[in-house]
C-alpha cells in the first residue's frame, strides 16, 4: 500500500535512465513543507544509489517550481520563534548527489525553491517564470548557504544585488545574469527540454566520468587554478585505464552511440575498478 506522504513527491524513471522527481503540491503552489523536503531527499538517495539512473530532473507539478517555504510552515516558525533543524537534512543535501542533476524550473521560484534549483547542476527555465531571492523582503537573513551558492554561480556583485533587494526578475533577466542556463518556450516546455538534455547525458556521457567532474567542480570552487590543474593530474592517471576511456573512443571512431557501465552504487571518485 503507498503512502499518502509519498504523494507530495512523485518519481519516475524512463527507459533512458533519467529520473523525473515532482514536488507534487499543485494546490500549494509546490509551497515546502517538511513531509516533502524528507521524502524529496529520500527519493534523491534511491535515484543516485539507483545503477539504472544516469541523470535527473527536477521540477514542481502545475503552474509554479517552488516558491519558498509553505506559509502555514512560516506561521508556526513566527508563533514558536525557533526554527526546526533536528532531524532535518541540509536544504544542500543535493550537492552531495554523484549524478548530474537538471532543474525544469516551470513557474515560480523563490527562496528555498531557488536554493533547491541552485543546488542542481543545470537550470533550464520556463519563459514567464519570476525568480526571487525573497528572504530580506521578508525579514530573514540569506538562508541554508545561499550567501555561498548564489555568488558562485553569478559572482559576488549580482549575488548582493539579488539578495540585498531581494527583486523579482524574470526569465531572461536569469538567462542575463548567468542564473539558469536556457530559458524555453511555452510551446516548447520546459520539463520536455530538460529531460531531453538529461536524455542526452544518460545517453552519451559517462555515468563514471560526470561523477567525477562534479567531484572536481565541488572541489574548485575552494582552490585557484594550479591548484584545480594539479588535482586533475592523478584523476587523469587513475581513470585513463578506465573502460570508459576505451568505449568512449572506439565508439567515437566507429560512429556509433557509446555503451558505457552504469554507476557502481557507493562509488567514490578514486576508487578502484
Not at 53 to 60: D, E, L, Q
Not at 165 to 190: F, K, N, P, T
Request: proline share 6%; net charge negative; with cysteine.
Amino acid at each position: 500500500m503507498t503512502d499518502p506522504a509519498d504523494d507530495v513527491v512523485l518519481y519516475e524513471v524512463s527507459g533512458d535512465g533519467v529520473a523525473t522527481i515532482t514536488w507534487n503540491r499543485p494546490d500549494r503552489k509546490n509551497a515546502w513543507s517538511y513531509p516533502m523536503e524528507a521524502r524529496y531527499f529520500e527519493l534523491l538517495d534511491r535515484a543516485d544509489s539507483d545503477p539504472a539512473v544516469r541523470a535527473i530532473v527536477v521540477t514542481g507539478a502545475g503552474s509554479a517550481f517552488c516558491p519558498g517555504m509553505d506559509v502555514a510552515q512560516l506561521d508556526s516558525i513566527v508563533d514558536v520563534g525557533v526554527v526546526k533543524f533536528e532531524g532535518r537534512r541540509p536544504q544542500t543535501y543535493a550537492l552531495r548527489v554523484k549524478k548530474p542533476m537538471v532543474a525544469a524550473i516551470n513557474g515560480a521560484c523563490a527562496g528555498i525553491g531557488l536554493i533547491q534549483a541552485l543546488v542542481c547542476d543545470v537550470r533550464f527555465v520556463q519563459r514567464g517564470a519570476r525568480l526571487t531571492t525573497a528572504f530580506a523582503r521578508r525579514g530573514l537573513m540569506a538562508e541554508h548557504g545561499i550567501a555561498w551558492l548564489l555568488p558562485q554561480t553569478v559572482g559576488r556583485a549580482v549575488a548582493a544585488d539579488l539578495l540585498l533587494s531581494a527583486r523579482v526578475i524574470d526569465a531572461d533577466d536569469a538567462l542575463g545574469l548567468g542564473l539558469v542556463s536556457r530559458v524555453v518556450d511555452e510551446d516548447e516546455g520546459v520539463l520536455a527540454a530538460a529531460q531531453a538534455y538529461a536524455t542526452d547525458l544518460a545517453r552519451n556521457c559517462s555515468p563514471t566520468s560526470m561523477a567525477v567532474i562534479k567531484h572536481q567542480l565541488a572541489l574548485a570552487t575552494g582552490q585557484d587554478q594550479e591548484e584545480a590543474r594539479l588535482m586533475a593530474l592523478p584523476l587523469v592517471q587513475h581513470y585513463t585505464p578506465h573502460p570508459d576511456f576505451k568505449e568512449g573512443m572506439a565508439s567515437f571512431a566507429e560512429r556509433r552511440a557509446p555503451t558505457f557501465a552504469p554507476l557502481p552504487e557507493g562509488f567514490t571518485p578514486g576508487d578502484p575498478f
